[in-house]
């Protein structure tokens, strides 16, 4: 009989001892929503990886400081998606309307020259509420090594939030609009797949594509894009897919191509292209002003 306990009780410590084993061993079920938004974010990531390596950084000089009087904005404070404050540069519609210009920066952050460009915006527009969202919470390189860091150091879900907590300030029944350059040009697509039906038309300059398709199958807005041949950030074969991308997605893509190297338009870079830029500027407006 002490055999037969002694027996049982080496069995129950080996099975207690096996299944302790096995519980360590396995993880918790993977929450779909998780895998979803990991994809959703690929294409962020790919470019603030991309971004924080010298071969990118050596396309962007140190900008040319402006030093800009009379601004029409000023900077507010707004609620993200995150449950934290964020800060924007605005300039409301001289008179109430429900359409707002989502301005978004460089890489380099929200600097002088961004609030520039949305106050020449702004007075093209005219009827048009315009907030030039700081997507680095108030930090602003200005040399290629001090952006390589920032971006680094980025937090590309609090972006997606600021970014979310604009779209809300301007109201459930606004009409979003969006433009923004490299950096910016690839978050003013995120932006028109973020506002979802209240997306009305979207402004790129060289800013990163997305590849992901079911997230270009759900854009409700037409895009404009301008790209730079000698540039590589995208490189004129990205553009191409995205070309592609787009027409097998069924939306509107209009590509525009200039003889001209990233950051073009920008008026403080060294690689400024005055002729590019005013026929980009020109289309641009045009194409804001017919959605």
């Known amino acids: 009989m ?3 306990l002694f027996g049982l009780s080496l069995a129950l410590m080996a099975g207690s001892l096996l299944s302790w084993n ?3 061993t396995q993880f918790s079920p993977v929450n779909k929503a998780d895998v979803v938004e990991c994809l959703n974010m690929e294409t962020q990531q790919a470019y603030q990886l991309e971004a924080s390596k010298p071969t990118f950084a050596s396309l962007h000089p140190a900008p ?3 030093h800009p009087e009379n601004l029409q904005g000023k900077m507010i404070q707004f609620d993200a998606a995150d449950g934290k404050q964020a800060n924007a540069y605005f300039i409301p519609a001289k008179k109430q309307t429900s359409k707002w210009l989502i301005v978004i920066q460089e890489w380099w952050g929200l600097n002088d020259n961004i609030k520039l460009e949305s106050d020449k ?3 093209a527009l005219g009827d048009m509420n315009v907030i030039a969202v700081d997507m680095y919470d108030g930090k602003v390189a200005a040399t290629p090594d001090s ?4 971006m680094r150091g980025a937090d590309m879900g609090r972006m997606v939030a600021i970014l979310q907590g604009a779209i809300k300030k301007a109201g459930a029944d606004a009409s979003i609009y969006s433009v923004g350059w490299c950096f910016g040009g690839m978050w003013s697509l995120q932006t ?4 979802g039906p209240q997306a009305k038309g979207t402004v790129m300059y060289y800013g990163r594509p997305e590849t992901n398709m079911e997230k270009l199958k759900s ?3 037409d895009i404009i894009g301008f790209f730079g041949n000698q540039d590589q950030a995208p490189s004129p074969a990205m553009v191409n897919e995205f070309e592609k991308n787009m027409i097998a997605a069924g939306k509107n893509l209009s590509v525009n191509r200039y003889e001209a190297n990233h950051g073009f338009a920008n008026p403080s870079n060294p690689s400024f292209n005055p002729t590019a830029t005013a026929d980009a500027y020109a ?3 045009a194409f804001l002003k017919a959605h």
């Open 2 to 4: 002490k055999k037969l």
């Open 22 to 24: 096995w519980a360590k």
């Open 64 to 66: 040319i400081l402006v």
């Open 121 to 123: 915006y702004y007075n």
């Open 147 to 150: 952006a390589m860091k920032l």
């Open 192 to 195: 028109a797949i973020l506002a």
């Open 219 to 221: 854009i409700k807005c």
């Open 283 to 285: 289309k641009a407006i």
